[in-house]
């Protein structure tokens, strides 16, 4: 996990998490019904999937700051997906 946001401490894993989801839950339209861990959960989640996948593809590297950018995609595209679980 250390790896993933470039050795952080967990309260600021959880921190730009919650900031993360919540942003993304601003941005993607329509409602979504989660709490406050849910958010913040989403918010970590789009961080490890942006992370994972931007340096697999080469695109940046850890602790660059267009990973935040990369974040927020990646919580927007969980909601997304989730979205479209929870219509079926």
Request: proline share 1%.
């Amino acid at each position: 996990m250390e790896g993933m946001f470039g050795g952080s401490s967990w309260l600021w894993i959880i921190v730009v998490g919650l900031v993360v989801g919540v942003l993304a839950r601003l941005l993607k339209p329509g409602r979504d019904r989660m709490g406050l861990i849910l958010t913040t959960l989403l918010g970590i989640g789009g961080a490890l999937l942006a992370g994972w996948f931007g340096r697999t593809m080469g695109w940046y590297g850890a602790g660059e700051k267009v990973g935040f950018l990369a974040s927020l995609v990646g919580a927007i595209v969980i909601l997304l997906v989730v979205g479209m679980l929870r219509r079926r």
